[in-house]
Nanobody, 125 residues
Framework: VQLVESGGGSNSVQAGGSLRLSCAGS????????MGWFRQAPGKEREWVASIDNLAASTYTDAVKGRFTISLDNAKTTAYLQMNSLKPEDTAMYYC???????????????????WGQGTQVTVS
């Protein structure tokens, strides 16, 4: 299983701006899974941002509700995180992860996710 994030980078985006992150998954064909986005700011613990299951049901942490949207492409192998109205406190390394056969719904605990991408930096100034 391989997850590759893109869409962030060394350039910052201004507060109020938008950015779309992508997470391309490969090497798995499971019928039931969740893809999640997490973030980790310097000196802070990794926190859950949003998740989406293979039926496209999504959940969000309160801090991003109404601003971020998680989605899957038609092939359900790439997850996107559309981030609007960005704030400086959104600055973090963003990681995508996949939870294979979650027992019920998508989970928020990072230790429940089986595979992780390498991360992509988002800086909001």
């Amino acid at each position: 299983v391989q997850l590759v994030e893109s869409g962030g980078g060394s350039n910052s985006v201004q507060a109020g701006g938008s950015l779309r992150l992508s997470c391309a998954g490969s090497g798995y064909t499971y019928s039931r899974y969740c893809m999640g986005w997490f973030r980790q700011a310097p000196g802070k613990e990794r926190e859950w941002v949003a998740s989406i299951d293979n039926l496209a049901a999504s959940t969000y942490t309160d801090a991003v509700k109404g601003r971020f949207t998680i989605s899957l492409d038609n092939a359900k192998t790439t997850a996107y995180l559309q981030m609007n109205s960005l704030k400086p406190e959104d600055t973090a390394m963003y990681y995508c992860a996949v939870d294979i056969f979650p027992p019920f719904g998508c989970r928020q605990q990072s230790e429940m996710y089986d595979h992780w991408g390498q991360g992509t930096q988002v800086t909001v100034s």
